[in-house]
Antibody, heavy 120, light 111 residues
Framework: QVQLQESGPGLVKPSQTLSLTCSVS??????????WTWIRQHPGKGLEWIGF???????YSNPSLKSRITISLDTSNNQFSLKLSSVTAADTAVYYC????????????WGQGTLLTVSS | QSALTQPASVSGSPGQSITISCTGS?????????VSWYQHHPGKAPKLMIY???NRPSGVSNRFSGSKSDNTASLTISGLQAEDEADYYC???????????FGTGTKVTVL
């Protein structure tokens, strides 16, 4: 089973671009059929699907965030990343990375999450 | 795409059974048999408990079971144990551009 671990700055100022990284161990990020996903949880709220990038580098994002999102692969470090531009306080959340396997519709491995706070 | 609706909290005594509902629409829960459930102990990684409505991953206790009727899915925990105290989230594949929707979350308390 793969293991995932998020990392990020913890605090970002409004209007800046946040950058988060998910390190994957126990398997290659470019292994056929893996879809690497970002999910977030606003304080006291439920989960929100942000988007994913495929093992071959094809991204897909939640339309509500699409214009601000970049998801990319870093195969040399076995990581994938999320960049979210023009952040506001509404982007304050715990951000999780997770894996979905092709032809399945669930997330079988998750990271522990990293809290990102947007504040001046 | 709106979030799936779950009760905010459910409680039960050890040994009892509880059921958590997850209500969506004909665009998500009602349209596909792709409902999954996740257990989340705060500070830890969420854990997949049920997938495709009724299936349990290897290693998940058979005290956990899932079902679905129309636009509502349910997770039942039988023989409630102290370790089951956690937050539970449902998720469904959805039609349209937002491919996945999650539930609002349910806090399970073991009395």
């Amino acid at each position: 089973q793969v293991q995932l671990q998020e990392s990020g700055p913890g605090l970002v100022k409004p209007s800046q671009t946040l950058s988060l990284t998910c390190s994957v161990s126990g398997g290659s990020i470019s292994s056929d059929g893996n879809y690497w996903t970002w999910i977030r949880q606003h304080p006291g709220k439920g989960l929100e699907w942000i988007g994913f990038i495929s093992y071959s580098g094809n991204p897909y994002s939640n339309p509500s965030l699409k214009s601000r999102i970049t998801i990319s692969l870093d195969t040399s470090n076995n990581q994938f990343s999320l960049k979210l531009s023009s952040v506001t306080a509404a982007d304050t959340a715990v951000y999780y990375c997770a894996r979905r396997v092709r032809s399945t519709y669930y997330f079988d491995s998750w990271g522990q999450g990293t809290l990102l706070t947007v504040s001046s | 795409q709106s979030a799936l609706t779950q009760p905010a909290s459910v409680s039960g005594s050890p040994g009892q059974s509880i059921t958590i509902s997850c209500t969506g629409s004909s665009s998500d829960v009602g349209a596909y048999d792709y409902v999954s459930w996740y257990q989340h102990h705060p500070g830890k990684a969420p854990k997949l408990m049920i997938y495709d409505v009724t299936n349990r991953p290897s290693g998940v206790s058979n005290r956990f079971s899932g079902s679905k009727s129309d636009n509502t899915a349910s997770l039942t925990i039988s023989g409630l144990q102290a370790e089951d105290e956690a937050d539970y989230y449902c998720s469904s594949y959805a039609s349209g551009s937002t491919l996945y929707v999650f539930g609002t979350g349910t806090k399970v308390t073991v009395l």
